[in-house]
């Protein structure tokens, strides 16, 4: 068995700021429409409404707040906050488990997140909440604008979680923007994500030496650079449109098992913005030599980026993963 030795991990520190470590994410603004697509079989239907189970849930908390509530926690739409992400942070000071909440509003919340992910998702999800908070009672949440209005998105922070809800109000973002998942297990074998690793390893030990020199990069970017280069843009790797068909096969498998967590909807708008950028072909996996724990060869810091899609994970010493999916303007 190997043993892997045990990194510092600054971002998350003990005595680390609740408003510390925040990062904006550029390129928000989005455009363009796709067509329904096939997948898996069946017609992908398109990204979630404000009639989605999660937004309306999102929409019932927001009217349940009072106006001292809706002073503390409801922000204009366009407000600077809605922008930024952090794998360690908290958008309000007020946590969920306060008096500030009634215990109706606390159900509210857990049919938000019920909503938002899928059935695995959720229990990985409430897993990575009581290892790394203590619970959802210690994160907090903050909505942006209002259900009337057409623009609203309700939101979630705390340790290793930056989770939205928005109805599509932001057009062509998959997860309402930029967010942000993980867990502080440093035991690969216990770490909630690890999976995530070896499925992605999976595709670098199917690379020909040629291929793997490719896509094998020494030091890594920032975590939180996950900002969106459109067509345009210089991504480190290689491209997905060079492998052969049962190699992209094995990237296609890949990619469901790193989505398998969120709902469909999601899933379906991911879908419909890799396909309107262009599909898998421009898309780049970059595993980095940096990082790897134990030095076994299994990549813990991997990062698939193309024109409309970035998911940086960050293994070492624990994971952080951030995820940017959208149309650049």
């Known amino acids: ?69 809706r002073q503390r926690i409801v922000f204009p739409f366009d407000h600077e906050l809605r922008q930024k992400i952090s794998a360690n942070w908290h958008i309000t000071d007020l946590s969920i488990r306060d008096d500030f909440y009634s215990d109706d509003q606390r159900r509210m919340i857990d049919e938000i997140l019920r909503g938002v992910t899928s059935e695995e998702g959720y229990e990985k999800l409430q897993q990575q909440m009581d290892y790394d908070a203590g619970g959802v009672g210690e994160f907090s949440v903050a909505c942006f604008g209002s259900p009337d209005s057409g623009k609203f998105e309700w939101e979630l922070t705390g340790r290793h979680l930056t989770l939205r809800v928005d109805g599509n109000s932001v057009d062509k973002a998959a997860f309402g923007g930029p967010i942000v998942y993980g867990h502080g297990e440093e ?99 970059a595993f980095y030599q940096q990082g790897d724990i134990g030095n076994d060869q299994e990549w813990d810091i991997w990062r698939v980026e193309g024109p409309s899609f970035v998911w940086h994970f960050r293994g070492a010493p624990h994971v952080h993963a951030y995820i940017n999916i959208g149309m650049k303007s």
């Open 187 to 285: 035991d690969p074998a216990s770490n909630l994500y690890h999976y995530q690793t070896q499925k992605v390893n999976e595709v670098f030990k199917a690379l020909d030496a040629t291929q793997a020199d490719k896509a094998l990069v020494k030091n890594a970017p920032k975590e939180s650079a996950v900002q969106l280069q459109g067509g345009e843009g210089s991504f480190p790797g290689i491209a997905i449109g060079e492998l052969s068909s049962d190699q992209q096969q094995l990237v296609e498998g890949t990619l469901k098992t790193l989505l398998a967590v969120y709902r469909q909807e999601d899933v379906d708008e991911v879908m419909e913005i890799l396909k309107a950028a262009g599909g898998l072909d421009p898309v780049h996996l």
């Open 1 to 69: 068995m190997t043993t892997r030795k045990q990194l510092e991990c600054l971002d998350c520190s003990s005595s680390f700021n609740r408003r510390s470590f925040i990062k904006t994410v550029g390129g928000a603004a989005l455009v363009g429409a796709a067509a329904p697509l096939m997948l898996g079989g069946r017609i992908v239907q398109g990204a979630p409404t404000a009639e989605s189970a999660a937004e309306t849930a999102a929409a019932q908390f927001f009217n349940s707040l009072s106006d001292d509530q």
